[in-house]
């Protein structure tokens, strides 16, 4: 069985472009919890990034019918979020998988299960996000949701949100809230370099620390 949702939204290029420069872990700190996928997720290989829009699919543990389908199904410069529930059994993604998805133009991969053929994929520039490496490979039976919201890594996944990642891992933007979440990382990043620069010139310690430390009630010793 095979299921499809229904066409979804996608942001702007101006709006996806936005983020090309933006680091995941100030995107982080803007959204809050919940957005970012754990641990677990991590580029293939060092200096990978990732962006586009969420094309989703969720697939069970030892089936790839799904993956081919989203690769055939996604757009130019989506990005795939597949939920593999129930634990890898299998490898959904490999060279071949891979390079058709690559060739199709779309910007990536983002898996909470396992990918094989790692050598061959990390010799490649083109972005995987993978929780595991396995080599067993998949049946292609079904079944398989698409364009239907899942839950990669512990973040809800919209089809249409975007998708950020790079050494740190792998962030999710809500759709209705990628305008406004980019001005405010672009703020931070600009208190962050006079933040910085300051330490350069002296000023270790933020101005906030000392109050910080106060409303915690935290008593320091003092050396003689």
Not at 5 to 22: K, V
Not at 114 to 132: G, Y
């Amino acid at each position: 069985m095979l299921s499809i949702g229904p066409a979804f939204e996608r942001p702007s290029m101006d709006l996806i472009e936005a983020y090309r420069h933006l680091p995941v872990a100030t995107i982080s700190d803007v959204l809050g919890p919940g957005h970012v996928m754990n641990s677990s997720v991590r580029a293939l290989r060092p200096g990978m990034h990732l962006l586009g829009p969420a094309y989703t699919l969720k697939l069970p543990p030892s089936d790839n019918l799904g993956m081919h389908v989203a690769v055939r199904e996604a757009k130019a410069g989506d990005v795939i979020v597949a939920e593999q529930s129930g634990g890898a059994l299998g490898a959904p993604v490999g060279e071949i998988m891979a390079m058709a998805a690559m060739h199709k133009g779309l910007a990536g991969i983002v898996l909470n299960g396992a990918v094989r053929d790692a050598e061959k994929l990390r010799a490649e520039q083109w972005p995987v996000f993978a929780a595991s490496i396995y080599a067993q490979q998949c049946r292609k039976d079904g079944p398989a949701w698409l364009q239907m919201t899942i839950d990669c890594a512990g973040v809800s996944v919209h089809p249409g949100d975007l998708i950020v990642g790079d050494d740190d891992g792998v962030v999710v933007v809500p759709l209705l809230s990628i305008a406004s979440v980019a001005k405010e990382v672009i703020k931070k990043m600009e208190k962050e370099r006079l933040r910085i620069a300051s330490i350069s010139q002296g000023f270790i310690s933020p101005a906030w620390l000392d109050v910080a430390i106060e409303r915690a009630g935290l008593v320091l010793s003092v050396n003689q």
